[in-house]
Structure formats: C-alpha cells, structure tokens
C-alpha cells in the first residue's frame, strides 16, 4: 500500500469514526442513550484517531486529540461528569477534529488556530491542574525494560556503509548496554569485506519497540532484526482496557509488536493462508505466550461486538464492474431465452429458467450490494436540526421514521444536500418560534419528522413540520413583484406552492446565513430532477408543511415491460405495469382520453402523439394500464413485446431536458429501446394538455 | 503536401491510423459536409464507422439524429450539417459518423457526428492555419479554430468541445421541447 | 604496508596500519595469509597505531583469531581510544581469546 492509498484509507476512517462521535454524543446529549453505553465509543474514536495520525506525523491532530481522549478519559473513569458545558466543548472539539481531518484532503479549507487553542484551553481545564505533556509515542508509555536484540546482519552491509557500530552507539544513547555479544560465523571462503557477524544485545531502556525498530531502519531489508518482547508487557497486555480490538491492533497497542512487524505479518497472513498469530510467532516477532494472551483478550471481546460492525469495505468502482458484468448476462440471458422459446423443447426451457431463476438471484444480490439504508443521510440531520435549534432558539423535536428504507448509494449521496436545504427552511421559517407557537395554542416545541418508504416502485422521502405553513397569498404576490408570473395569472395550489422553486424567489424577509449558501430552493428541485425524481409540497396554513419527494429506485438493471410503437421500442417499468387490454376507438368516452376500465375512469396518453411519431398506426393498438404512486393510467402503445430485463443505460446529459424517458437500454437484438419514466411522463402529459386547453 | 481530394483513405486505415499515430497535435481528420472541406484534430476522435442503425430519439431538433449503440455504449449522434445551418446529411454509401471523444465537466463523452464522407488523416502545422475569415462564414465563428488552405481547398478546421458542446446542445434542445 | 608481521624471539608481532576498515580489510587479510604457514604459537596484534577501526576490521580481527587455532592471540592497543571504544562497545575483552564461540 502507497502513502497516497494509506492517507486516503486514514481519511476515511477517521471521518467514519468522528461520525460516530457525533451521533454518541447527540444521543446522550438528548437523553436516548446513558454516557456509560457509549462513552467507549467515543473514547475508542478519539483513541484510533489519535493513533494513526501518530503514524503519519500528523502531529497536530495528535496533540488536539490526545486532550480530547484524556479528557474523555476521566469521564469514563467516572472522573468527570458529562454536562452540558462539557458536552457543548465536546461537540466543538469534534467539529474543529472534523475540520482538521478534512483539511487533510483540501488544503483550501482554513484551519482556525486560535480557536484549536481556545479548546485546548478549555480541555485542558478539566484535567489536572498541572496538564499533562502531550505525548505523541504511539505505544503506551513503559518504564525500562530490558529488551533482547538479536540482529543477522546480512552480507552486505560493510559494503554499504551500515556498520554495525553505529548501531550500537545509538543503542548506547537510548539506555544501557547490558551485554552485546557478537558472534561470526565464517565461512571456509572467507571475504574480510562480507559480514558474518551476528550481534545478540541486551538493553536496559525505556523507548518504545518502534524506536528500536528505527534505530536498524536502513538494514531492515539486508538483515534480520528481532526484538523481544520482555515479559512485562504479556501482563500489561492481559490488563488491557479495550474492547472491540483485532489482535493485531491490541499486540500494537501493548508494545508487543510495532506496526510495521505487524504489516509484514499480516502481508505473511494473506498470501501463506497462515493465522496472523501464527505469523507473528513464526517472524519470531512475539513470542507464542503472548499470541495467546492477546487471542484470549480478543475473544473476550468478539462477542460482544455489535452485530452491525460486521462490514467490508469495498472499491465501488469494483462493484460497479461487478454489476456491469451481471448486467451483460441478463441481456445474454435474454437472448438465450428469445432462442430457446423458438426450440420449444421442454427439458431445456425448464433447466434454463432454473438458471434464469439463479440469475436473477445473483443480480438482485449484487444491486442489493448498492443499496445503503437512507437513515445513514437522516442522521447526518439530526446534528443540523440540534445546531440550529440552540443557534434560533427554537425547541424542535426530530422524529425519524424509515430509516431502514434503502437507495441507491449514489441516490443517497446526491440528496443529501437538497434534504438538509428542506430541513434548514423548516428550520428558519417553518417552525415558529416558541412563543409565537404559544400564541397560537401550539405546543411549544415542534415537530419535523422525516420519513422514507417504498411505494410502488418508487422510494418517497418526506420532510414534514407541524409549523407555519406555506402563505399561498404571501406566495403569489411576490411572484408577482418578482415577475415570475402576472398577476392575472390563475394558479392551483399546487402551482403558487411550486412557485418557490422559481429561482430568485425567497419569501424570507432576510436571508439567513442558514438556509443555504446563497442556493435557493430552485437548486433543490433540480438536485432532485436530477434523479430523476419529483417533488411535491403539501401545506396548510398554520398547520405545517410536508415536501414529498418521490424517487425512482434507480436499479443499474429493471425489469421491464417491452413494447413498440411506430418504429420505437420502448420499455415500461414491470412493477408499474398492471394489465394490458386491447384498444378500440370505441373505447374513448366523450371524444377525450378517458376510458372505462371496470367502471373506474381512467385516463390514457397515445404515446404515439405525445411523441409526436409516425401518425399511421399499423394493426391494432393496445393499451398498457400502469400504476405510479397512487395515481393510474393508461398508456396507448402498438404491440406488445412481454417482459424482458433491462440494463439502464443513463441517456447523455445533453437529453435532460426530456420529459419521460428516463434511460436507454440495449435490446437483445442490438437495437436500442428508450425506458420511459412514468411519473414523468403522465406530469409531461397533462402539462401539455392543460397547455392546449388555455390556447 | 497531398491533395485533399485525391487520398481518401478507408475508414479501416484511418481508424488504423487514429490508433497509432501519436496524438500529435497538428494531426487532423479531413471530412466533407456536402462540397466544404473540414477538420477536426484527431485528438478528439475516437474512430470512424458507418453510418447504421441509428436509434430516433421523440421530440428531439432535427441536429439530433439519436442514439447508437457502439459495443455496448450509447452514443449521441449529431448531424454537422444541421448543426451548420445547412440541410440534412442524406444518407448514402459514403456517409459516416465520426465517433469523438470530447471533455465534459470531469469526464469524457463520447458522441458521434454525421459526415458525407471522411477524407484522411493528414498533418497541418500550425503555421498553415489561419485565423477565421470575418466575413461569409455561415458557420458560427466559435466553432472554427482556423482555415487552412490545402491545394486548392480550404480546409475549416473546427473546435470539437464547441461543435459538440453538450451545454449547448442541452440548451437548444431544452428551448425546443419547452 | 597494512600489516606488518614480524616475528620476534618465539612470539609474532602483528602490527595494524592507520586504517582497520572496510577500504583496508582485503589488503590485510592477504597480508595476514601469511601466518598460516608461520610456526610461532604465541601472536600479538597490535592495534596501537590504528586511528580508523570499524567492524569490518573487528570482524578480520576475530577471524585471524578464530582461523588459527593452534596460536594464542593477545590483543594490544595502548589505551588508543579508537580502538578500545570499539572494542567496549562489542564487549570484546582483549587479551583472552575473544568472544568467538
């Protein structure tokens, strides 16, 4: 692994756990979860930060955090209480951590020192009068130790200029030689400029394993280096007080093993199929006693790792090939079945669809790879909505509901920035402040809720609050003073609530630095468009306001329903696709789109004229009937193709503009076949027809 | 230097060419559009293949001419003359698309672009190029890099990332479907 | 010369030059082939005039010592402190038969 590779993998890692921090402390700040139940957490989170950034000299974030983990420290020894000033510095510390590690990846960002030392300060309040020095070792602290060193020196190394005795005159400095024994061992054909030797040194000294390690540093690759462990540190290791530790990491932690031993026995591990402990035995690295203290310790703590810790990291860009791949069987697959289906031979159709069946097995198993349950996104929330609550002023209670539903990874990615924008309106000026909510018989504390469900093929996403409401005049007038409509204009609901995604418009009296970096709400939409979702608000005066935001589950690979019309192909989402029947003219009730289905009315679109294709219809025409959230309709195609599973191509972005086609696919044939995006295309639809109506 | 006219080459020994020649900057591919000779630095293009089995995109302006499928990718297809202001490629046994490679944002796209015929791959230093001429050029002034005169010809040599700029595109096309 | 043997009444005075190093080792040694064949069972290796001593010189030190077992070697250097900081360092007693096993 490069450095390049490693700093990325720090990044990452310490992202992941100062988000843990994060929600630790906003559940016991809100009373959800005892400091006891995750003060190791977060004292584990600062604990791991601080360590890796050791590795790599990141010396500032190590000594920030080493007053973080101390202080930490004393609230888990019950030294310390949590209260909310210490809760408040602990939130404060994250973020500067936070910024700390980000600034890492972005030099752009500015760190601000002063107020890096005005937490330090206040840290370092509440530890001992006299502060402790900031260490920056990455192995505990020990008192002298006498280690045994016992290097082979390789042939080469007068001739390169490593001469043992500098070595040794380093060794010197770092403590006592006790005793240094060297011991040749010549050859018959001796060359007085090839070394035989092999030192066996005892030192009496206080440094680290890491720092002995370093002193052989330039010989590391020529000659065979072992430093013992001596048999003070089993014990410590025995009164190690971590949970949650991999073995490695705990022989890391108590001094046994340095990290680039461990790296090496790791390396041993992966590619001889050997357990670590074992390799570590067999580098002579520990000795055997040790491994097995160390592999008690761990399984100790094994089971009481939560289930939820059990994950991989994986390369997405692997995963994408890996969905890519499944993506060409299932079109093979329908090729084989469009064949077979001619050959009409029984035994064979039926191995097939078992294979079929196995198929789309793996590929729902792969795609389920990318799903990532929303609540990840919700969370982040949940330290917005407290921020901003103390910076307003404003008693607001956040309730998640569904957080389990899944998207798309890269769905979820994309929202989260329209989603906090939501949250921030709702904040500002959605919910009112207390005593106005007083005023008007409301509780004082409000209500946002967020919410997430599957719905017919679809993933519906709501930010509700129990606020102001939407002024539909207030609205409307100032659309009108902004010119985004005349003021003759005749508007649904809907339409005056929508108007807030015009850009330039704010109904706010000030812009606060909170909702938003100067976007407005016209961003949102499109973020959402984007995905190839829609957007909706329901709102009513003094009650509150829901924004609903429904988005196709953009799967790499739907199933689909193909039909053609003119001498297009297009293919109709399976799950939205409810029946077919056959057209007739007659069907059509007075002269509009509308027909009788069973004795419900249902409207239909020609997709012919929406489209504006060839005129001439060549036999008969059929209607599909489709479902989309809770609306229906029916789409008026020429034949029928069945069912057939496609990979979704996304279109180029150049075709953004396009209402109703929401991605290609490659047919089996090699022919490509446009997927419609219903939702879309029903909103295309009436959109145009209310057009026609007003001229 | 060759004349323009006489070398066409097939479109197997261009592509051969785009694949070895070094991407050199002063290397184009010479195409016609009805009776005018253009350019386009061979940096951008990607191969050369005939035009077939175009897939109609609805409600799209006429420059769009759909979507392709190149082993496995969607691929735009533009037609020049259109997007020139002159009329429509007519499709015969010459016409062909150039597959580009153009730069969006962070990444690369790939589109086609519809051709009468392709001429060859030849050098033109930078020297030879001139500024474009103010006056009866029909074709919008930032889509032309320079004109060079080759023999008897004048070669318009074009800016890719313009021609195909998908903004732009996208613009046109949200104006019509508006 | 990097080595200067000369034998005295029944014992061997070896005597190291200026530099006892890597860059001197290999003259050494050839010069040092010479005991081989020489009776004496009694050698002194003087070191007093050695200024630049490393472990390459340390090493052909001890393989003299170790390469003729049927003489007794006595390390001698005169409290020259080049020599004898080394010599501490790998807790190489001089004067008894060295701290080859």
Not at chain 1, 58 to 72: G, P, Q
Not at chain 1, 249 to 258: D, H, I, P, R, S
Not at chain 1, 650 to 660: D, E, T, Y
Not at chain 3, 55 to 82: C, I, R, Y
Request: proline share 3%; charged share 25%; with cysteine.
């Amino acid at each position: 692994m490069d450095m390049s590779e490693a700093k990325s993998l720090f990044f990452e890692e310490s992202m992941g756990l100062l988000e843990t921090m994060e929600s630790c402390l906003l559940e016991i700040e809100s009373g959800e979860a005892s400091v006891e139940s995750h003060i190791d957490a977060i004292f584990r989170a600062a604990h791991t930060i601080k360590g890796s950034a050791g590795l790599f000299g990141y010396d500032h974030i190590v000594a920030f955090t080493h007053s973080v983990e101390s202080v930490l420290d004393k609230v888990r020894s019950r030294e310390l209480a949590m209260d909310e000033a210490l809760i408040n510095l602990c939130f404060a510390s994250q973020d500067h951590l936070t910024t700390m590690v980000r600034q890492l990846q972005d030099s752009s960002i500015e760190l601000d020192f002063h107020a890096g030392e005005v937490l330090l300060e206040e840290l370092n309040r509440y530890l001992d009068p006299a502060p402790e020095v900031t260490e920056v070792a990455s192995a505990p602290v020990q008192s002298s130790e006498n280690w045994q060193i016992d290097i082979q020196y390789g042939p080469d190394v007068f001739r390169d200029g490593m001469d043992p005795l500098s070595q040794l005159g380093f060794l010197s400095t770092l403590g006592e030689l006790q005793q240094v024994r060297v011991v040749p061992h010549f050859k018959d054909d001796f060359d007085p400029e090839t070394c035989y030797l092999q030192l066996f040194i005892e030192l009496n000294s206080a440094v680290s394993k890491k720092e002995l390690e370093d002193v052989f540093e330039f010989i590391q690759d020529s000659s065979k280096i072992q430093i013992t462990v001596p048999v003070k540190i089993s014990q410590q290791l025995e009164q190690q007080d971590v949970v949650d530790e991999k073995l490695g990491t705990l022989l890391v932690q108590a001094g046994a093993v340095t990290e680039r031993e461990l790296a090496q026995a790791l390396h041993l591990h992966k590619t001889q199929e050997i357990a670590l402990g074992e390799a570590l035995v067999q580098q002579g690295v520990v000795s055997k006693d040790l491994v097995s203290t160390a592999l008690d310790k761990q399984k100790a703590t094994e089971h009481k790792r939560p289930a939820d810790f059990q994950f991989l990291k994986v390369e997405a860009k692997k995963l994408d090939l890996l969905i890519n791949l499944i993506g060409e069987l299932v079109t093979s697959g329908a090729e084989m079945d469009s064949l077979l289906s001619q050959l009409e031979d029984d035994k064979i159709s039926e191995s097939f669809s078992i294979l079929t069946s196995l198929l789309e097995q793996i590929r729902d198993g792969a795609l389920g790879l990318r799903m990532v349950q929303i609540g990840e996104s919700f969370s982040r929330l949940r330290r917005i909505v407290r921020d901003v609550s103390k910076e307003l002023d404003k008693d607001i209670n956040l309730v998640i509901d569904g957080a389990e539903t899944e998207l798309d990874k890269t769905m979820v990615e994309k929202l989260s920035d329209p989603l906090m924008h939501i949250v921030r309106n709702a904040l500002d000026h959605g919910i009112e402040p207390k005593e106005l909510r007083l005023y008007k018989g409301k509780p004082a504390q409000g209500q946002l809720k967020l919410s997430a469900r599957h719905e017919a093929g679809s993933v519906v996403i709501e930010i509700s609050d129990d606020g102001a409401g939407l002024n539909q005049q207030k609205i409307r007038q100032k659309a009108i003073e902004k010119g985004i409509i005349s003021a003759d204009r005749d508007l649904s609901e809907q339409d005056i609530f929508k108007l807030i995604f015009e850009p330039g418009f704010s109904t706010a009296a000030a812009v606060t630095n909170l909702s938003g970096r100067g976007v407005g709400m016209d961003v949102v939409r499109r973020n959402i468009e984007e995905l190839r979702g829609q957007i909706q608000i329901f709102s009513t005066l003094d009650q509150g306001t829901t924004f609903s935001i429904r988005l196709p589950l953009t799967l790499a690979i739907i199933d689909g329903f193909l039909v053609s019309v003119a001498n297009s192909k297009m293919v109709l989402p399976l799950n939205m696709v409810q029946e077919c029947i056959e057209y007739h003219p007659s069907l059509q009730t007075h002269g509009r789109n509308y027909l009788d289905l069973r004795g419900e009315v249902l409207p239909f679109i020609r997709l012919r004229d929406l489209f504006k294709l060839s005129a001439v219809p060549c036999g008969r025409e059929n209607i599909v009937v489709v479902q989309y959230g809770s609306d229906r309709a029916g789409l008026v195609v020429d034949s029928l193709h069945g069912e057939l599973q496609a990979v979704i191509k996304p279109l180029n972005s150049m075709f953004k503009s396009l209402r109703g086609i929401g991605g290609s696919t490659i047919l089996g044939s090699g022919d490509i076949g446009l997927i419609l995006d219903i939702p879309q295309l029903v909103q295309f639809a009436t959109n145009l027809e209310m057009q026609t109506c007003q001229q | 230097m060759s004349t323009v006219t006489n070398r066409s080459q097939s479109n197997s020994q261009i592509n051969d060419s785009l694949k070895h020649e070094e991407l050199h900057p002063e290397h184009y591919l010479t195409f016609l559009l009805r009776d005018e000779y253009f350019g386009i630095s061979i940096s951008s293009v990607k191969e050369i293949i005939e035009y077939d089995n175009v897939t109609s995109i609805p409600l799209m302006p006429d420059f769009v001419k759909g979507v392709l499928n190149l082993r496995g990718e969607v691929v735009p297809v533009i037609d020049l003359s259109i997007r020139f202001n002159k009329p429509a490629t007519e499709v015969q046994k010459r016409t062909c698309i150039i597959i580009m490679e153009i730069p969006y944002e962070d990444q690369i796209v790939t589109l086609g672009a519809v051709v009468d015929s392709v001429c060859e791959v030849m050098e033109i230093p930078e020297k030879s190029i001139e500024a474009a001429p103010t006056f009866g050029a029909r074709i919008r002034a930032q889509f032309i890099l320079g004109v060079a005169h080759i023999e008897e010809h004048f070669v318009i040599l074009l800016r890719g990332d313009r021609v195909l700029s998908i903004d732009e595109m996208a613009s046109i096309i949200d104006k019509v479907l508006e | 010369m990097s080595v200067q043997i000369t034998p005295k009444a029944d014992f061997l005075v070896v005597e190291f030059g200026h530099d006892l190093t890597i860059f001197t080792v290999r003259d050494c040694y050839e010069a040092l082939k010479k005991l081989t064949g020489m009776r004496m069972e009694k050698v002194i290796l003087d070191l007093s005039a050695v200024n630049d001593f490393d472990s390459s010189g340390v090493q052909l030190v001890l393989w003299v010592m170790q390469q003729h077992t049927d003489k007794t070697f006595t390390l001698t250097h005169s409290e020259n402190p080049a020599v004898s900081r080394v010599l501490q360092l790998y807790s190489l007693e001089f004067g008894s038969d060295a701290a080859a096993t």
